[in-house]
């Protein structure tokens, strides 16, 4: 059975930073990736774990960065220099079904961390 439990999300100030987690059962050696959605947008992808190296995304300027400890079987999204346009819902989501790494193709997702910052 595979579940994936995301945490750490809350409400920040601008400028500031967040650690969330993504805790995975039932699973491993797939693609990963960390995707976010606000309301009325679509889901984006911010850093993925592809054939175990992260990937971030461009358009994040090397603000976000993911990582993966296969001990604790748990993917990081560390979140630095936050402002308002980052305020979403956050997804985890593992086993690429199709496509690029960026695309919301995954055959499993986490319920979401929601992420406020001010």
């Known amino acids: 059975h595979v579940q994936l439990v995301e945490s750490g999300g809350g409400s920040v100030q601008a400028g500031g930073s967040l650690r969330l987690s993504c805790a995975t059962t039932?699973?491993?050696?797939?693609?990963m990736a960390w995707f976010r959605q606000a309301p009325g947008k679509e889901r984006e992808a911010v850093a993925g774990i592809v054939r175990g190296r992260p990937i971030d995304s461009d358009s994040l300027k090397g603000r976000f960065t993911t990582s993966l400890d296969n001990a604790k079987n748990t993917v990081y999204l560390q979140m630095n220099n936050l402002n308002p346009d980052d305020t979403a819902m956050y997804y985890c989501a593992a086993f690429l079904t199709s496509g690029a790494w960026d695309r919301p193709e995954y055959r499993y997702w986490g319920q979401g961390t929601q992420v406020t910052v001010s």
């Open positions: 039932g699973i491993s050696d797939v693609c």
